[in-house]
């Protein structure tokens, strides 16, 4: 069996280990090999380890990663990992980041579901091939990982900007035929936090774990936005 050359972001300092290599092994799995076999304290997050919850995202060999679905044979640069906390978010320790400003910009950009219906009228039928449904489905399975998050370096130059998983999140709602908020919600992103910062970099797309294109639904908030203010309703 190889062994694997492990260093793992530690506050200012990284801490090396060496880590039995296997077969189909993943990124979470040697950091929980660490933490069980050879130091405790390391602190990490994970809760499904089947790419459910969006909770166990880390930066691996530099580019931001579910950890619990990406294998070792895939990262490893010969016997070598490198594993830190997500960027672009504030560090709890070693490899926790804290979650609450990603989370609160979720709210910002309205991207909750707002119903207009009430508990006895039927439910809404919204046509699987309607185009709009086709839209919101584009985006609907976000996990919330923070990986776009960490991902795009508008969001490193801008703290104030809302980013791409709130933004796609934004989109999802727009599209959502039974939702009532659609004013307030493109009032939301059209600030200078919102979706004109984008600089369409893609890096959020080309590192969403679940194949979602935030960039495209920004693309389509730009678009929304523009029309609103050109009808005077911004
Ligand atoms: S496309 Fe926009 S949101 Fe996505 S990484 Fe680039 S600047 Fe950030
Ligand atoms: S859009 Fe993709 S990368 Fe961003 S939080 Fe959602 S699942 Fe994660
Ligand atoms: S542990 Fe839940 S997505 Fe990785």
Redesign the pocket.
């Known amino acids: 069996m190889s062994t694997l050359r492990v260093r793992v972001r530690r506050g200012d300092a990284f801490e090396e280990f060496d880590v039995p290599r296997r077969e189909s092994q993943t990124v979470l799995d040697v950091v929980t090999h660490i933490q069980r076999h050879l130091d405790p304290t390391l602190a990490y997050r994970y809760a499904c380890r089947v790419g459910m919850c969006?909770s166990c995202?880390m930066t691996v060999n530099g580019a931001p990663r579910w950890t619990c679905r990406t294998h070792v044979d895939q990262v490893a640069q010969g016997d070598r990992l490198e594993i830190g906390p997500l960027r672009n978010l504030p560090v709890i320790r070693d490899l926790v980041t804290d979650m609450r400003e990603f989370f609160d910009k979720w709210a910002r950009a309205q991207g909750r579901f707002r119903g207009r219906s009430r508990r006895a009228d039927d439910f809404a039928r919204v046509a699987p091939a309607s185009a709009a449904r086709r839209l919101a489905d584009a985006?609907i399975?976000?996990?919330?990982?923070?990986?776009?998050?960490a991902a795009c370096d508008v969001v490193a130059q801008n703290p104030a900007y809302l980013g791409?998983?709130a933004l796609?999140r934004a989109w999802t709602l727009l599209n959502d035929a039974r939702d009532a908020a659609q004013g307030e919600r493109l009032r939301a992103v059209a600030g200078d936090a919102g979706c004109q910062a984008c600089h369409t970099h893609l890096s959020?797309t080309e590192?969403?774990?679940?194949a979602?294109s935030?960039t495209a639904g920004i693309a389509g908030l730009k678009r929304a936005t523009l029309a609103a203010a050109l009808r005077g309703e911004l």
């Open positions: 969006g995202a985006g399975e976000c996990i919330g990982c923070g990986v776009c998050y791409p998983a796609n959020c590192r969403c774990p679940k979602i935030p």
